[in-house]
């Protein structure tokens, strides 16, 4: 016999979300009865008397929180040299790139066809050497 799925029905098991919670702090004895959990969320914590399901304030710790996110996040800038040239280019240079300066952060778009025809003979050059 197959299995059966119920949508919204009462969960099988006896896995504990605050198991993999930040907030979840667990004391467990020698027996399998022996647990006690508290949210360390609130204030004052409490003891949770049963095994929870689903929660509000959940937050898996497995998951990287923001700061640690932007830790691991390579810093790029577009490169665009004409219309043809697609994709973003890592800055290798980052002292280089100053915030304070009164110029804008990316350039204007071409848009006089006579600049745009001198920087693809440019791009063209480049690619030959």
């Known amino acids: ?27 467990t004895g020698y027996r399998e009865s022996d647990v006690l959990v508290f949210c360390t969320n609130t204030g004052p914590n409490f003891r949770v008397p049963f095994t929870v399901h689903e929660c509000s304030e959940f937050q898996d ?26 994709g973003f280019n890592i800055d290798l240079n980052p002292e280089t790139n100053t915030q304070d300066s009164d110029e804008p952060e990316f350039e204007e778009p071409l848009e006089d066809l006579d600049e745009l025809e001198h920087v693809d003979a440019v791009a063209a050059f480049a690619r030959r050497s």
């Open 1 to 27: 016999m197959g299995k059966l799925n119920v949508k919204n029905g009462t969960p099988v098991g006896h896995h504990h979300l605050c198991k993999s919670c930040t907030w979840g702090q667990f004391v």
């Open 61 to 86: 710790k497995s998951k990287p929180d923001w700061e640690q996110m932007e830790k691991l996040a390579i810093q790029i800038q577009p490169l665009r040299v004409s219309k043809k040239t697609k």
